[in-house]
């Protein structure tokens, strides 16, 4: 089977670089169906993603191919440009000095780093409008929630939200994708209320770096604070830090064992690693805590098709349903 992976992904390469797109996503996607985490695979395809104006859907190729293989200097470098691209100052940076912690050097990232430092702090953000209609943009939201990419949906809405302020459908999915970081810091009990949500305003503006930041300062002060470690590992998640993540999202489970919201983000992590047993048993376990679960019988529904059972994808998304309709739209 490795010979063949190499062979295919030899060829993809071969018809990437002749301008061959559509035989390229064949020979990538070929490969991801037989190993989801080959590490070549995933960054090739982001690589072609960004090629063809799509680099948000580049990003979670890239994030995989790091995840899986951090000790490749162009991963990196293919992430941070991505980005920046997306006119993602602050995330390109944080990811940067990911990559420099990691070891990564040499010409290629001293010129990446002049350009981050050259980059105008209120550079122009392009918006999803920009490209698409905005039920466009809205039906894109939810589709990318129902694939698990959390983080994209959140961009959408924010786009979405910087134009159109009182868009309730916008506004409404974002507060539903926040709903477990905000859920948790509503039941603070040691950490004063206007620090909380300091950081999660950063959060929810979509400002990973400074979420990051600001959360390890506080835990410092506050080490046994859940609702940090939660929102944290949400940051974590949305850089595609992903085994910091469930580092953090393990430190709040030593605190409180029997925290839903908590247990279902480490299913999350454990879906986009492909580690689908597990991320099922984690939602499971979620939905046993609270049985009206909606997102953790969705999350299970996404996580068996991708897994090929698609019998038990249907029963898990008519429990989805039968808690909320919103999962029967289109």
Known sequence: MELKITDALQKGIRAHKAGKVQEADLYYTAIL??????????????VLAVSLNKAMEALPFFKTAIEVNPAIDQYWLSYINALIKLDRKADAKTVFDQAKNNGAKGEAFDHIEKRLNA????????????????SQALKLAKKKVKEGSTE????????????????????????????????????????????????????????????????????????????????????????????????????????KPDHS????????????????????????????????????????????KDAGKLDEAIEAYRNAIDLNSDFSEP
């Not at 169906?33 to 982001?46: L, V």
């Not at 994708?177 to 810091?185: P, Q």
């Not at 597990?278 to 996580?303: C, H, L």
Request: proline share 4%; net charge positive; with cysteine.
């Open 152 to 255: 994209e949906a959140k961009s959408i809405y924010r786009d979405i939200l910087d134009k159109f302020p009182k868009n309730k459908k916008a506004s409404e999915g974002l507060k539903k994708l926040t709903g477990a970081v905000r859920k948790t810091a509503s039941n603070s009990q040691n950490l004063p209320k206007d620090r909380l949500e300091s950081v999660l305003a950063f959060y929810t503006q979509g400002n990973l770096k400074q979420t990051l930041d600001t959360t390890c300062s506080l835990l410092k002060e506050y080490p046994n604070s859940v609702e940090l470690y939660n929102i944290q590992g949400a940051a974590y998640d949305g850089l595609g830090l992903l085994a910091e993540a469930i580092k953090s999202y393990r430190n709040a489970l030593t605190i």
């Open 33 to 46: 169906k037989a190993n989801p985490n080959h590490p070549d695979a995933n960054h090739n395809m982001g």
């Open 119 to 134: 980059l105008g702090e209120n550079a122009q953000t392009p918006k999803i409008w920009n490209s698409i209609k905005l």
């Open 261 to 304: 919201e908590v247990i279902y983000n480490i299913g999350i992590i454990l879906q986009k690693q492909s580690k689908f047993a597990e991320a099922i048993d984690a939602y499971r376990k979620a939905i046993s805590i609270r049985p009206d679960y909606a997102e953790a019988y969705n999350n299970i529904g996404v996580t068996f």
